[in-house]
């Protein structure tokens, strides 16, 4: 099964920026969707974006619509989200995952790397 493993997180201040990479172990199937999810302290996790793997098809979040962008590179079996304009709100733990369908709910999702943490301080 695909493992996944996440990296590019860490402390920024406000109206910075961070990009993330989501490497993974094999190529994903064509008919999978890969996605960010975060987990802010003390919350539930949420959805950021998702991207199919086949085609170019990207979804995002409203709270991150215009200042993230999800992208992969099929050579390198990696996703990527690149993030603009960060708020102390974006600050949470940031995973990949591969999923089924681009789906807001984690239920989708069948595989989930460890995370990486993000810090944006005010």
């Known amino acids: 099964q695909v493992q996944l493993v996440e990296s590019g997180g860490g402390l920024v201040q406000a109206g910075g920026s961070l990009k993330l990479s989501c490497a993974a172990s094999?190529?994903?199937?064509?008919?999978?969707?890969i996605a960010w999810f975060r987990q802010p302290p003390g919350k539930v996790r949420e959805f950021v974006a998702a991207?199919?793997?086949?085609?170019?098809?990207?979804f995002y979040s409203d709270s991150v619509k215009g200042r993230f962008a999800i992208s992969k590179d099929k050579d390198k079996n990696t996703l990527w989200l690149e993030m603009n304009s960060l708020k102390p709100e974006d600050t949470a733990v940031y995973s990949c995952a591969v999923g089924t369908s681009p789906d807001y709910s984690t239920t989708s999702y069948i595989r989930w790397g460890q995370g990486t943490q993000v810090t944006v301080s005010s």
């Open positions: 991207i199919r793997w086949s085609r170019d098809s990207t």
């Open positions: 094999e190529r994903p199937y064509s008919s999978h969707v």
